[in-house]
């Protein structure tokens, strides 16, 4: 189920955990292996012709219309909506190309699994939102299971006019919100401390949280079904045609073409080229990596050619501790001015929670180990505050994850290049991609099905601007 959520923010669980499947072996399956052993005998025996077996029924195929780097949600979402959207029926062969199977280190699985309308830009509004609907009908449209609820931040003096601005917009938008006086917090969570709160803002619905890894193997599911093809191996190459051409300004660019993917496969020398006519870079906190690799941002400094996706990946720490006094069961997801946030975990009074480090504070990335002490220093301290009742929590467990960090302005990556005319993006959202990932899904599929964005406008998010300066200025980045 999913709960609210309250800005300072507060919210709920939406999936429930997937049922695997499990299949029998039979006489078939016993003769086929058998077969197998019997030729490679065969071929081995003095006076026998020598032929070398190769098994490459993990490899991917030679060919696919469509290649999607990175199978967490964002790379499954693009999937399922080509799929969806395509006309006919399976005209469009999808390959999705993961190098990690087992997704121990995915931005996906590693999440805290929030989802909030709270944003005052309105096109993070309008995905929060399809998204919000997306997983509402999960059960059609991915056969798993789910729930729901909402959120919950706080603003101090300083902020109260930015967070009712902030409200306006997203009322304006559809989003079911309300602000909150002190008073007004104080009676509905008598848990809070209040101190310094000049406005909450709490999401009424459509706001909380989900579990992650329900919806990536409900999507994973749903898209074999439709007939999208895995690979598990890493994209080390891209192929690729050349043309000039110049722009408005007159300055002259080179055009290129992917026309084949080399994937390597995981534990072995072996890679297979793929030829393809569409590459869709959803890697992730690594698709700057897969976006070198294709030459963006091979050119002049300043130049559009010289322009580079300015994606990376950040380390980010979850932690999870109990509180045998602490907030009860219709707690929302709580963001605090200060940049801390939690939720509830099931219903033994565990709670996850963590916060973003400032630029000074970035931990190195290069592996997942968690620091505790920045538990202590700079997460329990302002949560002790405002909810009192923490001040005797106790830390359990603590992960680490990456985030897909735009360092230009946090925001996703969405649509083509200039310049690599067949590579589309979907990355870059810097910790709220997961939760918009349906939405981000929808426009990558149509631009490229149609060539603009059809259900939500997302031009703001192109990667023209990043050449233009041009920002997206979003206030509510957590």
């Given at each position: 189920?999913?709960?609210?959520?309250?800005?300072?923010?507060?919210?709920?669980?939406?999936?429930?955990?997937?049922?695997?499947?499990?299949?029998?072996?039979s006489?078939?399956?016993?003769?086929?292996k058998?077969?197998?052993?019997?030729?490679?005998?065969?071929?081995v025996?003095?006076?026998?012709?020598?032929?070398?077996?190769?098994d490459?029924?993990?490899?991917?195929?030679?060919?696919?219309?469509?290649?999607?780097?990175g199978?967490?949600?964002?790379?499954?979402s693009?999937?399922?909506?080509?799929?969806?959207?395509?006309?006919?029926?399976?005209?469009?062969?999808?390959?999705?190309?993961?190098?990690?199977?087992?997704?121990?280190?995915?931005?996906?699985?590693?999440?805290?699994?929030?989802?909030?309308?709270?944003?005052?830009?309105?096109?993070?509004?309008?995905?929060?939102?399809?998204?919000?609907?997306?997983?509402?009908?999960?059960?059609?449209?991915?056969?798993?299971?789910?729930?729901?609820?909402?959120?919950?931040?706080?603003?101090?003096e300083?902020g109260?006019?930015?967070?009712?601005?902030?409200?306006?917009?997203?009322?304006?938008?559809?989003?079911?919100?309300?602000l909150?006086?002190?008073?007004?917090?104080?009676?509905?969570?008598?848990?809070?401390?209040?101190?310094g709160?000049?406005l909450?803002?709490?999401?009424?619905?459509?706001?909380?949280?989900?579990?992650?890894?329900?919806?990536?193997?409900?999507?994973?599911?749903?898209?074999?079904?439709?007939?999208?093809?895995?690979?598990?191996?890493?994209v080390?190459?891209?192929?690729?045609?050349?043309?000039?051409?110049?722009?408005?300004s007159?300055e002259?660019?080179?055009?290129k073409?992917?026309?084949?993917?080399?994937?390597k496969?995981?534990h072995s020398?072996?890679?297979?080229?793929?030829?393809c006519?569409?590459?869709?870079?959803?890697?992730?906190?690594?698709?700057?990596?897969?976006?070198?690799?294709?030459?963006?941002?091979?050119?002049?400094?300043?130049?559009?050619?010289?322009?580079?996706?300015?994606?990376?990946?950040?380390?980010?720490?979850?932690?999870?501790?109990?509180?045998?006094?602490?907030?009860?069961?219709?707690?929302?997801?709580?963001?605090?001015?200060?940049?801390?946030?939690?939720?509830?975990e099931?219903?033994?009074?565990?709670y996850?929670?963590?916060?973003?480090?400032?630029?000074?504070?970035?931990?190195?990335?290069?592996?997942?180990?968690?620091?505790?002490?920045?538990?202590?220093?700079?997460?329990?301290?302002?949560?002790?505050?405002?909810v009192?009742?923490?001040?005797?929590?106790?830390?359990?467990?603590?992960w680490?994850?990456y985030?897909?960090?735009?360092?230009?302005?946090?925001?996703?990556?969405?649509?083509?290049?200039?310049?690599?005319?067949?590579?589309?993006?979907?990355?870059?959202?810097?910790?709220?991609?997961?939760?918009?990932?349906?939405?981000v899904?929808?426009?990558?599929?149509?631009?490229?099905?149609?060539?603009?964005?059809?259900?939500?406008?997302?031009?703001?998010?192109?990667?023209?601007?990043?050449?233009?300066?041009?920002?997206?200025?979003?206030?509510?980045?957590?």
């Amino acid at each position: 189920m999913l709960r609210r959520s309250l800005q300072l923010a507060l919210g709920r669980d939406v999936l429930g955990r997937g049922l695997g499947t499990h299949r029998g072996g039979s006489t078939l399956d016993w003769n086929g292996k058998m077969s197998e052993i019997k030729k490679k005998i065969q071929s081995v025996l003095p006076g026998g012709a020598w032929t070398q077996l190769h098994d490459t029924s993990y490899l991917p195929p030679e060919h696919s219309d469509v290649v999607i780097v990175g199978g967490g949600v964002m790379g499954l979402s693009v999937a399922y909506w080509l799929k969806r959207l395509e006309r006919p029926r399976g005209a469009i062969r999808v390959l999705v190309v993961e190098r990690d199977h087992t997704y121990s280190q995915a931005s996906t699985v590693l999440s805290v699994g929030g989802i909030r309308q709270q944003f005052s830009v309105p096109e993070n509004i309008q995905l929060s939102l399809f998204s919000i609907d997306f997983l509402r009908n999960i059960n059609v449209r991915a056969k798993t299971s789910g729930g729901w609820g909402g959120d919950q931040s706080f603003s101090p003096e300083r902020g109260a006019a930015q967070l009712a601005r902030g409200i306006r917009e997203q009322k304006q938008e559809g989003a079911k919100v309300c602000l909150m006086s002190p008073e007004q917090l104080r009676n509905k969570f008598p848990w809070i401390n209040p101190e310094g709160v000049a406005l909450a803002s709490y999401g009424m619905e459509h706001e909380g949280w989900f579990d992650p890894w329900s919806l990536l193997q409900g999507l994973r599911r749903k898209v074999q079904s439709m007939g999208v093809l895995f690979c598990q191996g890493e994209v080390t190459r891209f192929v690729s045609s050349s043309s000039h051409a110049e722009t408005p300004s007159g300055e002259e660019v080179t055009l290129k073409r992917v026309h084949e993917v080399h994937v390597k496969i995981d534990h072995s020398l072996e890679y297979q080229p793929v030829e393809c006519a569409i590459v869709i870079n959803a890697a992730g906190a690594w698709s700057g990596q897969i976006a070198e690799l294709a030459g963006v941002g091979k050119g002049p400094p300043g130049t559009l050619q010289g322009t580079k996706l300015p994606v990376e990946p950040r380390k980010r720490y979850v932690y999870l501790w109990n509180c045998p006094q602490g907030p009860g069961l219709e707690t929302p997801f709580v963001i605090d001015a200060s940049g801390a946030y939690f939720r509830r975990e099931g219903l033994g009074n565990n709670y996850l929670g963590g916060c973003s480090p400032t630029e000074e504070e970035e931990p190195d990335p290069e592996n997942l180990e968690v620091d505790h002490e920045f538990f202590q220093d700079k997460v329990w301290p302002p949560l002790a505050q405002r909810v009192p009742a923490f001040e005797s929590l106790k830390v359990r467990s603590a992960w680490a994850g990456y985030y897909d960090y735009n360092t230009f302005d946090q925001n996703g990556v969405v649509g083509p290049h200039p310049l690599v005319v067949n590579m589309y993006f979907a990355t870059g959202f810097s910790g709220h991609g997961l939760q918009q990932a349906p939405a981000v899904g929808r426009a990558v599929a149509e631009m490229v099905l149609h060539g603009n964005f059809q259900t939500i406008n997302l031009s703001p998010f192109l990667f023209n601007r990043f050449h233009l300066g041009e920002k997206v200025h979003e206030h509510n980045i957590i």
